[in-house]
């Protein structure tokens, strides 16, 4: 019997019982009669729902006619006064009917409410539980919904209930009344009601509707995530009106902190997750269809989205060609390829002159038989007869590979070919100060600091930052202070120090923050480091004496107000910086403003320089005047900060600059000071520019290095990355820069423009210390997935052969443990834990 039909029954009986109570104290007969009519209407009433509603009625029912005809016995009785005797005959029966009540099973009426049928996967383990549990009435009820035609301005209707499996029991929505029905639990999957302009479900289902019929209102994200809850899926019109929320993990339920509903988050995990873990323990078959081209083979499973095109191009399908090529080369590995199915549509009509290129390449695919081209709606089971992962990061596709615990590896869609020893050993510099006679460095393609003597011929590997992400740009910028070097945290979770005397190197803080610090360049001053935003809204100053922190808001907040903190987040909140005395003077790329900071007593002004269409990215600062490197045009600029005076000095003939593919310019990296001349360093563009500061004359400065500043290489690409993105003073009359195209370096004496070019590179005993013991598998921070990024030092030939010869079976381990912030109950349980909450919550358990 339907529990709330139950509850409704012995309500009956204890309104029955306090009727009986009344009756001895009743004079008026009338009154009394009346009494006896309303006690023998709900036995009536009780009787009719237990035959209709009741298998084990039986007994009840014949009570229940016994009880009604002592009633008509009292009624017909002659006495004024129902005596307390014959009362305790009706509290006879009501006390033996209760307890049979009692004992007739309880039953709960649950709801599955699906819109999308490739969306079921995020209800389905909850729907098995349900369906397994004697207590329930399981009903999978799909519901209509909407596209929106933007050609005809019209929405589309859509029946998703013929598309599920056969061996879901489907009832159609036009024969299931909510109103008479009313469940015990409903559970939906689309948060949106009337917020989606894209699609949406029939109005009758919005979650305020639903609520109005439905005991217990739960919704569970159709998506899957790195764990948080994304900000803007915070603010749902369904969190209104439900009773409970699965997320995937306490680290998700937290991301929701201070919203209104928090308290209705339940972090058990996703059942999406769960249909993953279970096909994978099933050992699934591999489809018939696809034996041939899979069967007896390491299986990778290629995902291709429309972002990652539209962002990349050509560049992306050429990447998916050198994959198809590795793999045709040898007869262990075949490749499972999804490509998104509106991936074709999208070419056609945003880049219709790559379609050829990508059907050619489908072509090459298929003709060389490569693997299997699954254009099918269920990825869950490319999954799981899938070995592993290979593709963008950008995808929930790697959270089921990770719940799978199967290993994911990132490409780069940059990189052509496998590196060789000597390129693997190439150090690539991004910032760098002198201390003696050595040069310290960082980099950031990975966690490592290095030096080299002055002669800057032979690199030494110093080491790593511990208890910090390895194989990515953990610490690109550092600062001295005495013999302290100090590195700023990017992709890390806290700052770091190393002692040159001691040759320590030590984590700054007690605890990491939960996500990357994404912390720029550090400028020292006194006993302070001031630690400057690439996303924060602040400047962090920390006094290395006392350990204190503190943030200047106002100035950056001011300095992107014309913009704001989207558009200053997008571009990088600070670019350039240079040092007078006590002042730093910062520029950005998106104004034209320059921020003046005092970094003894943290007051600063604000000063706009020329058009405010400019940007500026590389600075001086002189005692009068301010030289600027303007970011579109290139132009360098003087600025009188007395008389406010702008002067433009263009760049010489042969200098080009360029946009990247996403629109953005920055013709140089930085300004370098170097006395009589400006030198620049350049970013999207094809040269060194020499100016001098006296005459206003600008010339090409090693005009034959940077030749190859406009050409590809393995890695490198114009259109994506900046030409250099290292350029320093050595001394009053050196510069080193590096190009990006191949990390050739060179020391240059500017005055008679001599230089030498040479590659700093590890020798072998180094670099086999920098890799001793590492696969390339880690998660970055709390946000990320696990896994492998390829590189220069971790090639996709590489993973390939690591996954034929077994090597990564311990990976799962690992991977499963640094997981935990994914999800919770890896072990396949989300759609059990989820019903047995729910059904604590109906028997007033929870």
């Not at 900000?231 to 993990?249: C, G, I, N, W």
């Not at 040898?330 to 056609?348: F, K």
């Amino acid at each position: 019997m339907r529990t709330f039909i139950k509850e409704q029954l012995i309500g009956l009986l204890e309104a029955m019982e306090q009727l009986q109570i009344s009756l001895p104290m009743m004079t008026d007969k009338e009154h009394t009669i009346q009494t006896l009519v309303d006690c023998q209407g709900a036995a009536m009433a009780i009787g009719e729902a237990l035959e209709r509603d009741s298998l084990n009625h039986e007994i009840i029912v014949t009570l229940l006619e016994e009880y009604c005809e002592e009633v008509f016995c009292l009624s017909e009785s002659q006495e004024e006064i129902i005596c307390r005797e014959k009362v305790s005959i009706l509290d006879d029966f009501t006390d033996r009917i209760k307890v049979l009540l009692a004992e007739i099973p309880s039953t709960y009426h649950v709801v599955f409410m699906p819109y999308k049928a490739s969306m079921w996967d995020s209800l389905e383990s909850i729907w098995q539980a349900c369906r397994e549990d004697d207590r329930c009435e399981c009903y999978v009820m799909p519901i209509p919904y909407y596209e929106f035609d933007s050609q005809t301005n019209r929405w589309i209707y859509h029946y998703d209930g013929d598309q599920f499996s056969e061996e879901i029991p489907i009832v159609h929505y036009q024969e299931y009344s909510l109103e008479q029905i009313c469940p015990d639990v409903a559970y939906v999957h689309n948060p949106y009601d009337d917020c989606n302009l894209v699609t949406r479900v029939d109005s009758k289902f919005y979650s305020g509707e639903l609520k109005r019929y439905v005991r217990k209102l739960v919704y569970v994200p159709y998506y899957i995530t790195s764990g948080l809850v994304p900000k803007e899926h915070l603010t749902f019109p369904v969190y209104r009106h439900m009773d409970y929320m699965v997320a995937q993990s306490e680290y998700g339920r937290h991301s929701c902190s201070g919203m209104y509903y928090y308290d209705k988050i339940l972090p058990f995990g996703s059942p999406k997750l769960d249909r993953v873990i279970r096909l994978c323990r099933e050992d699934s078959l591999i489809p018939d269809a696809w034996k041939p081209l899979l069967n007896g083979k390491k299986i990778l499973m290629l995902n291709t989205s429309i972002g990652c095109f539209l962002q990349e191009g050509s560049v992306y399908l050429q990447k998916i060609k050198r994959i198809c090529e590795v793999i045709s080369c040898q007869s262990q590995v075949a490749l499972i390829w999804r490509p998104h199915p509106l991936l074709a549509a999208t070419i056609r009509s945003m880049r219709p002159h790559l379609l050829a290129e990508y059907h050619s390449l489908k072509e090459y695919f298929i003709k060389n038989r490569i693997g299997v081209l699954d254009e099918t709606s269920d990825i869950s089971r490319a999954v799981a007869i899938s070995d592993a992962y290979i593709g963008e990061e950008g995808t929930s596709v790697i959270y089921l590979f990770g719940a799978a615990g199967k290993p994911i590896f990132i490409l780069n869609n940059h990189i052509t070919d496998a590196a060789t020893d000597t390129e693997k050993r190439k150090v690539h510099i991004t910032d760098m100060v002198r201390q003696d006679d050595k040069i310290w460095f960082t980099t950031s393609r990975y966690n490592a600091f290095f030096y080299m003597e002055t002669d800057i011929k032979s690199v030494h590997y110093v080491g790593r930052v511990k208890k910090q992400p390895k194989w990515c740009g953990a610490y690109p910028f550092l600062a001295k202070m005495g013999k302290r070097l100090f590195l700023s945290p990017n992709i890390a979770g806290r700052p770091a120090v190393y002692d040159i005397d001691s040759r320590e190197i030590k984590l700054i803080g007690e605890e990491d923050m939960e996500e990357s610090a994404f912390r720029g360049r550090i400028i020292s001053h006194g006993n302070r480091l001031f630690y400057l935003p690439f996303v924060d809204d602040h400047i962090a100053e920390l006094n290395i004496e006392t350990g204190e922190w503190n943030y200047h808001t106002k100035c950056i907040q001011e300095l992107w107000e014309e913009v704001g903190q989207e558009e200053a987040v997008k571009q990088g909140v600070i670019w350039g910086y240079a040092k007078s005395g006590k002042d730093m003077w910062l520029t950005a790329t998106y104004t034209n403003r320059i921020l003046r900071f005092n970094m003894e007593d943290g007051t600063y002004t604000i000063c706009s320089v020329g058009s405010g269409k400019n940007g500026y990215s590389g600075i001086i600062v002189e005692e009068r005047f301010l030289w600027l490197a303007e970011v579109n045009s290139g132009n360098v600029v003087k600025w009188d900060r007395r008389s406010g005076k702008v002067k433009t000095f263009p760049m010489p003939e042969g200098f080009r600059c360029w946009q990247n593919v996403i629109g953005r310019s920055m013709a140089h990296l930085s300004l370098i000071d170097m006395e009589n001349w400006v030198v620049t360093v350049p970013g999207f563009s094809n040269c060194m520019v020499k100016l001098d500061k006296k005459t206003g004359k600008s010339t090409l400065l090693l005009e034959d290095f940077w030749k190859k500043a406009e050409e590809k290489s393995n890695g490198y690409n114009p259109e994506f990355f900046l030409s250099c993105e290292f350029g320093a003073k050595i001394d009053q009359n050196d510069i080193i820069v590096q190009r990006h195209y191949d990390d050739a370096t060179t020391l240059i004496h500017v005055e008679d423009e001599k230089y030498e070019m040479y590659y700093p590179t590890l020798d072998e005993k180094d670099f086999a210390k920098l890799i001793e013991g590492e696969d390339g598998f880690e998660k970055m921070d709390i946000k990320c997935g696990f896994f492998r990024r390829e590189s220069k030092v971790f090639s996709f030939e590489g993973f390939v052969e690591d996954l034929i010869n077994n090597r990564l079976e311990e990976v799962r381990r690992r991977q499963i443990e640094e997981l935990s912030t994914l999800a919770a109950n890896l072990d396949g349980t989300c759609g059990v834990k989820v019903h047995e909450y729910m059904m604590n919550v109906l028997e007033n358990k929870e």
